[in-house]
């Protein structure tokens, strides 16, 4: 047997269809794991930087270095607020469910299957599909999870790229926030409020 033919004998050509079902049925539940593994590193990373927000946004000091602060402590502040939800807009995205379908399957998609109106017309559609058909409509949807899958990826990658600089800004921001360098000003404008209000009480 020369090369050629022991090439030929191992690919997936005509007549290998149940290789060709088999090897999507892998493809498929390996494209599946790395989408799960994906979406659960989005799930944290969207945990993590909503929750330092939410902190953030329900913090009296961190409101009151956005209204009294020094311009390079407002600008942190606006910074790390902005990267978080940033970040946490990218992560959302990555969990969000992508329903479509890329390439035009008939039978293998769950968005394709429920397009039939009764179990009956898509059993009578199978029947009349031939084995490679099917084969080669796995391979299309594997290559559409793909694509999906490489889309999550990115979206990942560039989530965790904001969030790292947002958390790094995070504790400087925590720090001011616990030095109240603010606080004696606006108490000081709250002091002059309150004796302008009591002075004007006394001439009334």
Known sequence: MDRTESKESTGFGEGSEQDLSSFAEYID???G???AFADAKAGFGFTLSAGLLA???NAED???LLLEGQPVIKALCYVTAALLTFSA????SIIFPRL???SNERIVSFIAIAKFE???EYIDALKTVE???IAEEQLHHCHDIARICSRKYTLLKNGYFSLAPAVLFFFPVLFLMGEGLVKPAAQSALDCKCVIEAKGLADG
């Not at 807009?89 to 959302?92: L, P, Q, S, T, V």
């Open 118 to 120: 009764t179990s009956d």
């Open 29 to 31: 539940e390996y494209i």
């Open 55 to 57: 902190y953030l946004a």
């Open 62 to 64: 961190f409101r009151l």
């Open 131 to 133: 084995p490679a058909e």
């Open 89 to 92: 807009a990218i992560f959302a």
């Open 100 to 102: 479509s379908t890329l």
């Open 33 to 35: 794991n790395q989408i």
